[in-house]
């Protein structure tokens, strides 16, 4: 009984601990700027999380961390992540677009794809980028398609099986699609420096969202092991050692976040007994952290709107599963909170005053940001934070039911605001129906409407 009550205080705590980036006059000055919902970015946590992962690993001259374009590709943020040096993981020719656009070339680039389309190798290489082939077979068919093969490449690894950590945290290597069997990585560098290539990278993702500093070292020691074997057995000089993403967050309040300092210790330590005993100790160590870099410096701001009491409560807000699909597609838990209420930070999990489902306006059942959650009382008209939306949330959007995406806004260091990417309107839902003349039309009529709405 004792037991149960430290935990139920542990946890009151850690609720209350966990608030929006951003005060509640700060959101309610917002709001009457930019209709809800919207995402929100919070411009001082994304630099001072940057300053800390480039101190972590500041042992390693090399470090590199390319930001996953895929977890949020507002160009906006990303030239923010440029001022620390940060390039770009793309895996697609539109992000690679986006890259060029903020005039990311070259080996800024890592262009880390699979089941990859001609057209964007074509475009990876144009551009300079570095290539890092998911399989053996790509490295014909990038010939092929693309050119000849770059100086400097890179070879994604799946060790198959399952990898666990002393947690228990695990992945399921041998069920995903991305990467080469060890074998066909020596087939892959041998294959490699015959066509030319004079420096080599090794990549692989073992585990996604980790809430321990044990997944880079472990990782770290996989890979470094085997490039030590690959340097040795091919002579295929390794020059950078990529750890992909994977490193989590703490959505749940009662997680205890990841300590990056801590990683990029444990990942020296990896360094040091087995790299630097090789001779291997000018290698490069690279990083494609999207959601801990930016995850949880966003968040979704939205308003109820409705409120419903059948077999359960429901309240209904103004986002939807288009706006974030994560609870919807992974049974993701976001932590939401109610802006302003009576006591804020105090009405707790424990005090809560009721169990909710907060649920979107999809006809679909499972467009729910929360199921059976205990929250305070919402009335209509609440704002409600739905937290960690920065990484995989605006950038996961789709338009079903019609439904368009929401505007992002940065709160800047200074407290002011910026609109960084406007809210879709009907005519953009429509545009590409501008092939039909009754298509043209549509798009002309909402148009004209929304010119005399504004
Ligand atoms: C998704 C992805 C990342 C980013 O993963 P996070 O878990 O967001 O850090 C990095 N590299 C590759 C190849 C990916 O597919």
């Known amino acids: 009984m ?6 139920q205080e542990d946890l009151d705590r850690a609720y209350a601990a966990k608030q929006p980036f951003a005060t509640k006059e700060q959101i309610e000055s917002l709001v009457q700027h ?3 919902p919207f995402h929100l970015y919070d411009e001082a946590g994304i630099r001072k999380n940057m300053e800390a992962i480039r101190d972590a690993f500041a042992w390693n001259p090399g470090f590199k961390e390319y930001f996953a374009v895929k977890a949020n590709p507002n160009p906006r943020l990303i030239s923010i992540l440029r001022e620390y040096g940060c ?67 890179s070879c994604r690894f799946n060790p198959g099986g399952l990898f666990q950590l002393a947690n228990g945290i695990m992945d399921n290597p ?8 060890e ?8 294959m490699l420096k015959e066509k030319g290539a004079e420096t080599f990278g090794l990549h692989a993702f073992l585990a996604s969202n980790t809430v321990t500093n044990e997944y880079y070292p472990a990782l770290a020691r996989i890979l470094f092991d085997l490039a030590r074997r690959l340097q040795e057995e091919t002579g295929c000089r390794v020059g950078f050692i990529n750890l992909s993403g994977g490193v989590g967050i ?53 308003r109820a709107i409705h409120t419903k009491d059948i077999y359960k409560h429901y309240v209904g807000v103004d986002a939807n599963a288009c706006n974030l699909i994560r609870p919807a597609m992974y049974g993701a838990y976001h932590h939401v909170t109610v802006v302003g209420q009576p006591g804020g930070p105090d009405k707790t999990h424990a005090s809560a005053d009721a169990v909710y489902d907060i649920v979107g306006n999809l006809c679909e059942n499972n467009d729910k940001f929360a199921v059976d959650r205990a929250m305070p009382h919402i009335d209509i008209g609440d704002l409600l934070v739905i937290h960690d939306t920065g990484a995989h949330g605006h950038s996961m959007g789709y338009n079903y039911n019609g439904r368009l995406r929401s505007a992002e806004v940065l709160l800047r260091s200074d407290g002011t605001d910026e609109l960084i990417r406007r809210a879709e309107r009907p ?6 129906l501008d092939v039909l003349p009754e298509g043209r039309a549509l798009i002309n009529a909402c148009r004209d409407c929304g010119g005399k709405d504004e």
């Open 174 to 181: 041998g069920d995903s699609k991305y990467g080469m069997t």
């Open 250 to 302: 703490p959505y749940r309040p009662e997680q205890q976040a990841n300590d990056i300092r801590a990683i990029g210790e444990g990942v020296r330590r990896a360094y040091e007994e087995i790299l630097v005993p090789a001779g291997m100790d000018d290698v490069a160590v690279f990083a494609e952290m999207g959601r801990f870099v930016m995850g949880p410096y966003g968040c979704l701001v939205t």
């Open 427 to 432: 005519d953009d839902y429509f545009a590409t």
């Open 183 to 190: 074998e066909q990585l020596f087939d892959a560098y041998r």
């Open 87 to 153: 390039g770009a993981d793309c895996s697609s020719d539109t992000e690679l677009m986006i890259a060029r656009s903020l005039g990311i070339t070259g080996s800024d680039i890592m262009f880390s794809s699979n089941n990859t389309p001609a057209a964007d190798f074509a475009l990876a290489s144009e551009l300079g980028a570095t290539i890092n082939f998911d399989d053996i077979t790509h490295i014909d068919f990038f010939e092929r398609t693309a050119g000849a093969v770059p100086k400097t490449v």
């Open 2 to 7: 004792e037991d149960h009550q430290q935990n």
């Open 34 to 36: 930019y209709p809800t």
